[in-house]
């Protein structure tokens, strides 16, 4: 399967600790997106990366990307109690215009 | 800040019955999709759509699902007779250009539960 793998499943962390997920896939990309979920609610985008990008910001949020060892990173830093939710990566593959998703790393942050 | 809308955002409805389930994507994008999320599983593609008609469906996406640009706004989910493994919480999303190169976004969702 050409769906990504992310790890760890379940991450709970205290209140201004820092929260890390890792996304691996199989085969070339065009752009890895992550997304939010709160439990039963809509898929918010948090950040897009291209292939080739290496690093993006946005707020609290640092991505990371290496085609080289097919995978991406998520932090989180200084984290919220607002911050829990699940967290999925969602790539599209090369030749490919739809969205293939991780099972999602679900983030319990404890305040 | 624009926002993709769904509508209803719960449905129940009983084995065998048709339900549309119904979407307004951001106003200038131009290309649209369906996914769906089984509670507790990944959530999957189902369907894209550009220039009104489908440019990718994946094997979920049978005989019984079809979609339509009704309008210049409205983009709609038909399930024609559901089944049991039909429920699931259904995206609509909407983006820009190509997939490749261009976030999707996403509405909040339709719960739809087959009884």
């Known amino acids: 399967s050409q769906q990504g793998e992310e790890d760890p499943q379940a991450l709970s962390i205290q209140e201004g600790e820092n929260a890390t997920m890792n996304c691996s896939y199989k085969?070339?990309?065009?752009?890895l997106q992550w997304y939010r979920q709160n439990s039963g609610r809509g898929l918010v985008h948090l950040i897009l990366i291209r292939s080739n990008e290496r690093e993006k910001h946005s707020g609290r949020l640092r991505v990371t990307l290496d085609t080289s060892k097919k995978s991406s990173s998520l932090l989180i830093t200084a984290s919220r109690a607002a911050d829990t939710a699940s967290y999925f990566c969602a790539m599209v593959f090369s030749n490919d215009y739809k969205l293939s998703f991780g099972a999602g790393t679900t983030v319990t942050v404890r305040a | 800040e624009p926002e993709v809308t769904q509508t209803p955002s719960h449905q129940v409805t009983q084995m065998g019955q048709e339900v549309i389930l119904r979407c307004v994507p951001i106003s200038n994008h131009l290309y649209f999709y369906w996914y769906r999320q089984i509670l507790g599983q990944k959530v999957e593609f189902l369907v894209s759509f550009y220039n009104n008609e489908i440019s990718e469906k994946s094997e979920i996406f049978d005989d019984q699902f079809s979609v339509e640009r009704p309008d210049g706004s409205n983009f709609t989910l038909k399930i024609r007779s559901t089944k049991l493994e039909d429920s699931a919480m259904y995206f609509c999303?909407?983006?820009?250009?190509?997939?490749?190169?261009?976030?999707?976004?996403f509405g909040p969702g339709t719960r739809l539960t087959v009884t």
């Open positions: 999303a909407s983006s820009e250009g190509l997939a490749g190169s261009y976030e999707q976004y």
């Open positions: 085969t070339s990309i065009n752009n």
